[in-house]
C-alpha cells in the first residue's frame, strides 16, 4: 500500500500544473487530527493561515510582497518533518497579465546594476538589501556573512564595501553572496546608500558614516 504523499511533493504538483500566467494562489490544508491541525497552523505561522473546521486557508503570490512559492514549501517541508499529513488542494487561482509576469531582476543583477552606475574610481560603499519578506532576513544575513551585514530594519541588510582596500568587503565577495540569495529564492532590493570616490585612508581602515546619529 502506498503512504501519504508529502505535502511538499503534492504542492510540487499543484505547481506545477498552474496556468502560466498565474499570479497568486489560495490554498486549503485540511488536517483531521485536532492537535495535529494546531500544529500545523503554528509551523505555518508565517503565511497567517486562516481557519475553517478542521481547514487551513491561505495564499501564495508569484512575485513582490507575500508569500513566495519557496516560503511555502519550506514551511510545509517543516510540517512533513513533523509528521503532520493531511490534504493539500487548490482553491483559487488569479491570472495576471503577460505583461506583469517579465520576471524581476534578481538581487545579483541588481547588485551589477548598481555598480556599473558608479564613477571608475569610487572606493567606499555604504549598501542596503531590503527583502521582500522579514522571512528572509535571518537566512540571507547568514548568506551574506562573509560581507558582514548589520541589521538596519525588520527586512533590510546593510554591509560596506570598499573596491581595492580599507573597511568592508570586495565587491566580488558581495556579488557571490548576493547570487547565493538569489539561489535560495530570496526577493528583494539593492541600494547603494552612500558612495566616495578616491578616497585614501592615513591611520585608519576607512571613510565613517553618519546614519540616524551612528557611526558607521
Known amino acids: 500500500m502506498l503512504g501519504p504523499v508529502q505535502l511538499v511533493e503534492r504542492f510540487n504538483t499543484l505547481e506545477h500544473n498552474l496556468p502560466h500566467a498565474w499570479a497568486s494562489v489560495n490554498l486549503s490544508l485540511t488536517v483531521a487530527d485536532h492537535d495535529e491541525r494546531r500544529r500545523a497552523a503554528a509551523l505555518l505561522g508565517p503565511v497567517n493561515p486562516?481557519?475553517?473546521?478542521?481547514?487551513?486557508?491561505?495564499?501564495?503570490?508569484?512575485?513582490?510582497?507575500g508569500t513566495s512559492p519557496e516560503l511555502?514549501?519550506?514551511?510545509?517541508?517543516?510540517?512533513d518533518d513533523a509528521?503532520?499529513?493531511?490534504?493539500?488542494d487548490l482553491i483559487g487561482v488569479h491570472e495576471a497579465p503577460e505583461s506583469e509576469l517579465r520576471p524581476e531582476r534578481s538581487l545579483h543583477?541588481?547588485?551589477?546594476?548598481?555598480?556599473?552606475?558608479?564613477?571608475s574610481d569610487w572606493s567606499?560603499?555604504?549598501?542596503?538589501?531590503?527583502?521582500?519578506?522579514?522571512?528572509?532576513?535571518?537566512?540571507?544575513?547568514?548568506l551574506l556573512a562573509p560581507v558582514n551585514p548589520s541589521r538596519s530594519g525588520p527586512n533590510a541588510l546593510r554591509l560596506r564595501c570598499a573596491h581595492h582596500f580599507g573597511y568592508g568587503a570586495a565587491p566580488e565577495m558581495a556579488t557571490r553572496c548576493f547570487a547565493r540569495c538569489d539561489d535560495a529564492g530570496f526577493t528583494g532590493s539593492v541600494e547603494i546608500l552612500h558612495a566616495l570616490s578616491d578616497t585614501n585612508p592615513v591611520g585608519t581602515q576607512g571613510p565613517v558614516w553618519l546614519v540616524d546619529g551612528r557611526a558607521v
Open 83 to 88: 509528521g503532520i499529513f493531511g490534504s493539500l
Open 124 to 142: 567606499d560603499l555604504l549598501v542596503e538589501v531590503r527583502f521582500d519578506s522579514t522571512d528572509y532576513v535571518e537566512p540571507g544575513a547568514l
Open 109 to 119: 543583477d541588481k547588485w551589477k546594476r548598481a555598480l556599473d552606475g558608479l564613477p
Open 72 to 79: 511555502m514549501r519550506r514551511l510545509l517541508q517543516r510540517l
Open 50 to 65: 486562516g481557519r475553517s473546521g478542521n481547514t487551513l486557508r491561505f495564499a501564495i503570490a508569484r512575485r513582490g510582497v
